[in-house]
């Protein structure tokens, strides 16, 4: 089946770090991929989203890229802030699925 | 934008008591869907709807009841509420395809 699996957390850093939060993959065919955001007492926002192999998401500073080869989508940011304190989501969706599989989480945080 | 809303953000229940809980989404998505977020679990899916009238079973559906009379309302019913249900609730809805899930903001809910 399909299933998402991500870098086991907690992560903390200091700020203006550089971050790289695991995920891989497993599913058949070409999976939509997504990273989501849950900021302290909210619910998960979109962060970026891939499509297809080799493109990269992006925003916020935050980018991911669709690796079919290695059935990864890592979140890297260049220079992390205070505010990027957060649990991250890796999650994939199949063409003509309603259903996301999402992976386990990663509790970011970021000190001063 | 309203989006999708939830209501109560928090509910303390009885072991036995039975409670809804309400989610309605102002975007016309087709999908909507009901999540459970635990410690080191990530999301797990209750159950899913695609479109009015139309449920299904998710991951974990064993005691919760659901129903699709509108496109705007998912209520998800608890009808003997057990500590086992005390986690924090997740209505999601989207569009048809690879469009990602719009989340509501959770309900706390804690059973004693």
């Known amino acids: 089946g399909n299933s998402v699996t991500q870098m086991e957390g907690p992560v903390t850093l200091s700020e203006e770090a550089f971050l790289t939060i695991n995920c891989t993959y497993t599913a058949t065919g070409y999976p939509s991929l997504f990273w989501y955001v849950q900021y302290p007492g909210e619910g998960l926002q979109l962060l970026l989203k891939?499509?297809?192999?080799?493109d990269k998401g992006s925003n916020k500073g935050f980018e991911a890229t669709y690796r079919k080869e290695t059935t990864s989508f890592h979140l890297e940011k260049g220079s992390v802030q205070v505010s990027d304190s957060a649990v991250y989501f890796c999650?994939?969706?199949?063409?003509?699925?309603?259903?996301?599989?999402f992976g386990q989480g990663t509790r970011l945080t970021i000190n001063p | 934008n309203a989006g999708v809303t939830q209501t109560p953000k928090f509910q303390v229940l009885k072991t036995g008591q039975s409670m809804t809980l309400q989610c309605a989404q102002d975007?016309?998505?087709?999908?909507m869907s009901w999540y459970r977020q635990d410690p080191g679990m990530g999301l797990r899916l209750i159950h899913y709807?695609?479109?009015?009238?139309?449920?299904d079973q998710g991951e974990v559906p064993n005691g919760y009841n659901v129903s699709r009379s509108t496109t705007e309302d998912f209520p998800l019913r608890l009808l003997s509420a057990a500590p086992s249900q005390t986690s924090v609730y997740f209505c999601?809805?989207?569009?048809?395809?690879?469009?990602?899930?719009?989340f509501g903001n959770g309900t706390r809910l804690t059973v004693t």
């Open positions: 975007m016309n998505h087709e999908y």
């Open positions: 709807s695609v479109g009015a009238g139309i449920t």
């Open positions: 999650a994939l969706s199949k063409e003509g699925a309603q259903k996301l599989v």
């Open positions: 999601a809805s989207k569009d048809r395809g690879r469009s990602p899930l719009h």
């Open positions: 891939a499509t297809k192999a080799d």
